[in-house]
Structure formats: structure tokens, C-alpha cells
């Protein structure tokens, strides 16, 4: 018992010498091209905390988005998912390091024996017969192995694992960026579809007071038949467009209920038919910022840190290994319920096992492991580059829509100018009621587009945040 306590105090020294000196441990960082600037850069770009950038949708002063993406953080099944996965991971971890230390068993048997009677052949006589006794067998003690860790080989494989839970964490934040940006995207999409039911069925009005005065003035002998076929066809035209915007709203509705962890059917009629009243703020973030901010990153970064230490892991089969093991206990025979014997025993061993020849087996595993750290270094560079291009696309997207909303904005005014204007000349009798409908309803169509715009607007804000990383 002594040996294996002093074995167990030797151990946490033991480790923090290993941990120190791994001669197999492979470099894993990764040099970059990171740009200094951004190509397209917005100008509104502002200097405020970065702390927005995990509560960025309350710049849209919405309270039924905040409401919906409170949700879906509690209840989303995605992110449920990575959370068991987390856990899965964080056991891996204990796993791994476990093999760091000596493991200490308990043992214990126990028997019952009695050979066959024999009966040995006497010269002259039947025989004797040999009567075997019964006895009882007991023992139990301790066993304790250690694979002492020479070079650090053990100690690589609990660093890759630990890498790997590092990396389930930030998959989880790489799904919940995702997911809010799904819920805010979905639900700013289903406001600007309200808004365009709501002009459609305004529109449709239009074209409905529009053939009953055509109507009219067919039957006083003003207009003919073909006027008023033709705008039975625009009327009717409109009336279709209905049916196909509710069922995207109904998608939409359905979307957003899936993400926040309840049945599709449960946002149906409960959603307001409001509009965000502000836009967030873009932060003035620089290109080499998104190495901290986006969870892929990050999580690429680690998968390049697991490979490198499976790499040094493999690479230590090559050498030696070492094991120590001690045992004792007691053990106890009984003959006839009588004791015979009892004595407690102990054992120390040490043993020593190299590589000598394993057909390449060795090697092509390491092979393998470099192999995977090379794909692991080059994905992690392609993350980077398609977080750079989600940055610029995001840019040139907000930008574009922007000016288009700006250029809809003024052909708005324009258009409600030319209505006023129309309806002060009916007024006075030098424009028809039908020239007043045709300037509302070119107005309908601009407002349509408008409303369009508008959203886009929006939904580029979300996905600029999603490409920054935002929401973690």
C-alpha cells in the first residue's frame, strides 16, 4: 500500500514535467492574408461599443422581434442539439485525460472446489478409494497500471480533445448566429409581405372602382365593350397575386415557428402587422477582427489545433513506452470450514515495449494525421476567405439596396405629386375620374416596390451582422 501511495503523489509531478516537455507537439497557426481595409466599406460605418454586436435586432426597436429571438434561444432544437454535443465533447475530454493518471482497480474472486473420488487399483483387492476434500477459495485486492508519459503522447491526445469541445462551443455559437439571423431575416421578410397584401388589396379596390366606372360609361355609350374586357383581365390579374402572398406568409409564419421551438402553426394570427421603426448601426469593424468575432473561425482554428496534436500523438508510437504496476491483497483457503491458509500479497512491475517492425502501419498513421492536419490548415484559410466574402457581398448588397430604396423613395413623392396634382384638375373638371385611378394606382406600384426596397434594406442589415459574426 505504501508503493502505491507513494506512486499516486509521484504522478501530478510526473504530469507537469511531461506537460512541459512534449518534443512530438506540432506548431498550429496558420498565416493568413489578412487584408487591412475593406474593399466596399459602408460609410455609415460607426466607432460605438462592439458590445451591440450580440444584441444587434434591438436596434430595429422591434418588440416582437425581440420577443421571437428570445425564443428561439430557449427553445430552438439546433441549438439543443449542439448543446449535447458539448456535453458529449466535455466527456470526451475527461476520457482522454484520464489516461494521464493510474488507474486503480479493486478485484475479488471466489470458489467452491471438490475434484472427482478416485479409486486407485490395489494388486489382490478392489481397490481404495480416494476421497478428495472440498475447499473454498477467496481472494481480493488492488490493481494499479500507468502508462507513465515519456513524450507527451497521452498528454496530445486530452489537447485534441480538449480542442474538439473548444470547437463544439463555438459550433454552437455558429448555430446561433445562423438561427437569429434566420429568425430576424424571416420575420422582416413576413413584415414587408404583410405590407404588400395590404397595398395588393388596395389595389385591388382600385381596379374594381375602375371597372365599375368603365362599366358606366359603357352603358351611357362612352367607352366599349373592349375597355371594360380589358379591365376585367387587370382586375382579375390583381386578384391572383392575393392567394400566392398569403401562402408566403403563411410559410413565413410556419418558418419562424419551426425556429423558435414550437409547431409550425403556432404564430398563425399572432403577429401584428407592424413595421421596425429603426435600423441598426454598422460597426466599424476590420477585416482582421472577424478572426475573434465569427465562431466558424474560431472553430476552424481548433479543428487545426486537434489535428496538430493528433499528429504529435501518432508520432509518439514511434518510441517507447513505459508502464509501471503494482498489485496486493489478500487471499484465504479453507478446508473442510476450517482456514488453512491466509496471507495478504504484493507485486511491483515495470515494463518497457518499443516499436519494431508493424509493415509501415506506424508511419502510414502518421501519414494520415499530417494529411488531416494539412486539410484542417487549408480549411481554416478557406473560412477565412469566405468570411472576407460574405463581408464584401454583404456591403455591396446593403449598399445596392439602399440606393434603390433612395431612388423608389423620390419616385414615391413624385408619384403622390402627380395624384395631387390629377385630382385638383378633376376638381376643376379638366381630368376624368379615370385619370385620378391611374395616377393612384402608378402610385400603388411604386409603393409596392418601395415597400420591396424597404425590406431589403433591412434584411441586408441582418445579413452584414451575420457575416460579422454577431449575435454570440
Known amino acids: 500500500m505504501n508503493v502505491r501511495c507513494n506512486l499516486l503523489r509521484l504522478a501530478p509531478a510526473a504530469l507537469t514535467i511531461l506537460s512541459a516537455c512534449t518534443p512530438t507537439r506540432v506548431n498550429d497557426q496558420i498565416a493568413l492574408n489578412i487584408p487591412k481595409q475593406w474593399s466596399h466599406a459602408a460609410a455609415e460605418q460607426t466607432n460605438e461599443d462592439r458590445s451591440q454586436l450580440t444584441t444587434w435586432w434591438k436596434g430595429f426597436h422591434d418588440p416582437q422581434l425581440d420577443e421571437l429571438i428570445a425564443q428561439a434561444l430557449i427553445n430552438n432544437h439546433d441549438l439543443k442539439i449542439a448543446a449535447a454535443r458539448i456535453k458529449e465533447a466535455n466527456a470526451m475530454v475527461i476520457m482522454a485525460e484520464a489516461a494521464l493518471f493510474p488507474s486503480l482497480d479493486f478485484g475479488a474472486s471466489g470458489g467452491r472446489e471438490k475434484r472427482i473420488d478416485r479409486i486407485i487399483p490395489v494388486p489382490g483387492n478392489t481397490g481404495i478409494k480416494l476421497l478428495t476434500p472440498t475447499v473454498n477459495a477467496v481472494t481480493a485486492g488492488l490493481n494499479l497500471n500507468w502508462e507513465v508519459d515519456l513524450f507527451g503522447g497521452n498528454q496530445l491526445m486530452a489537447e485534441a480533445a480538449t480542442a474538439q469541445a473548444l470547437g463544439s462551443v463555438e459550433g454552437r455559437r455558429s448555430i446561433q448566429v445562423a438561427l437569429l439571423a434566420q429568425v430576424a431575416t424571416h420575420y422582416l421578410e413576413l413584415k414587408g409581405v404583410q405590407r404588400q397584401i395590404m397595398l395588393l388589396k388596395q389595389n385591388v379596390a382600385l381596379q374594381q372602382k375602375r371597372l365599375q366606372l368603365l362599366e358606366a360609361f359603357y352603358r351611357a355609350g362612352l367607352t366599349t365593350n373592349l375597355e371594360v374586357s380589358r379591365q376585367k383581365s387587370v382586375l382579375h390579374t390583381f386578384e391572383s397575386r392575393v ?82 504496476s503494482a498489485s496486493g491483497g489478500y487471499g484465504a483457503l479453507a478446508l473442510g470450514g476450517f482456514p488453512v491458509l491466509a496471507d495478504s500479497v504484493y507485486t511491483l512491475g515495470s515494463g518497457l515495449a518499443a516499436p519494431l517492425f508493424n509493415a509501415g502501419r506506424i508511419q502510414a498513421q502518421i501519414t494520415a494525421a499530417d494529411a488531416r492536419l494539412e486539410q484542417a490548415a487549408i480549411a481554416y484559410e478557406k473560412t477565412f476567405i469566405t468570411a472576407l466574402e460574405d463581408v464584401e457581398n454583404a456591403f455591396v448588397t446593403h449598399a445596392s439596396a439602399l440606393t434603390r430604396r433612395d431612388s423608389l423613395a423620390r419616385a414615391d413623392d413624385e408619384a403622390l405629386s402627380t395624384l395631387n396634382n390629377t385630382d385638383a384638375l378633376y376638381q376643376r373638371g379638366t381630368a376624368s375620374k379615370l385619370n385620378v385611378l391611374d395616377a393612384e394606382h402608378a402610385r400603388l406600384a411604386v409603393a409596392d416596390e418601395l415597400a420591396k426596397s424597404e425590406t431589403a434594406v433591412l434584411v441586408s442589415m441582418v445579413t452584414l451582422y451575420r457575416a460579422f459574426g454577431g449575435s454570440w
Open 243 to 324: 392567394p400566392q402572398l398569403k401562402t408566403s406568409e403563411a410559410n413565413l409564419l410556419h418558418r419562424l415557428g419551426v425556429l423558435i421551438g414550437t409547431t409550425p402553426t403556432h404564430l398563425d394570427n399572432r403577429l401584428t402587422q407592424s413595421v421596425p421603426l429603426g435600423l441598426p448601426k454598422i460597426p466599424a469593424l476590420l477585416p482582421s477582427d472577424l478572426l475573434a468575432q465569427r465562431p466558424d473561425l474560431r472553430r476552424a482554428q481548433t479543428d487545426v489545433s486537434a489535428a496538430a496534436a493528433n499528429l504529435g500523438s501518432a508520432r509518439t508510437d514511434l518510441l517507447p513506452k513505459f508502464m509501471l
